[in-house]
Nanobody, 123 residues
Framework: QVQLVESGGGLVQAGGSLRLSCVVS????????MGWFRQTPGKEREFVAT????????YYTDSVKGRFTISRDNAKNTVYLHMNSLKPEDTAVYYC????????????????WGQGTQVTVSS
């Protein structure tokens, strides 16, 4: 059984930064593409960023390009989301995701989800 555990969420002022972490256990971490999604009440879960198994390829949704950076440390079984210049519209529950595809960009690519971590950006 694969488990994903996120941490690092919290309350931050607009313009601030946060780093989310997701530790994966149970299977070979380096065999999975990893991603971050987010969801607000009443809306569908949306793609934020993804990274392939080696870390050589990353993709981002347009609204976070230049502000967020996804990275991974295969030795630590951990994927990170560095979030800078945060905006109130970034407020959401952020979910870590693992998939057997090359990258994970839609919920259908995801094999495993984390439990989510709340990020709140105040104006």
């Amino acid at each position: 059984q694969v488990q994903l555990v996120e941490s690092g969420g919290g309350l931050v002022q607009a313009g601030g930064s946060l780093r989310l972490s997701c530790v994966v256990s149970g299977r070979t971490f380096s065999s999975y593409a990893m991603g971050w999604f987010r969801q607000t009440p009443g809306k569908e879960r949306e793609f934020v960023a993804t990274i392939n198994w080696s870390g050589s390829s990353t993709y981002y949704t347009d609204s976070v390009k230049g502000r967020f950076t996804i990275s991974r440390d295969n030795a630590k079984n951990t994927v990170y989301l560095h979030m800078n210049s945060l905006k109130p519209e970034d407020t959401a529950v952020y979910y870590c995701a693992a998939g057997s595809t090359i990258v994970v960009v839609t919920p259908t690519d995801v094999d495993y989800w984390g439990q989510g971590t709340q990020v709140t950006v105040s104006s």
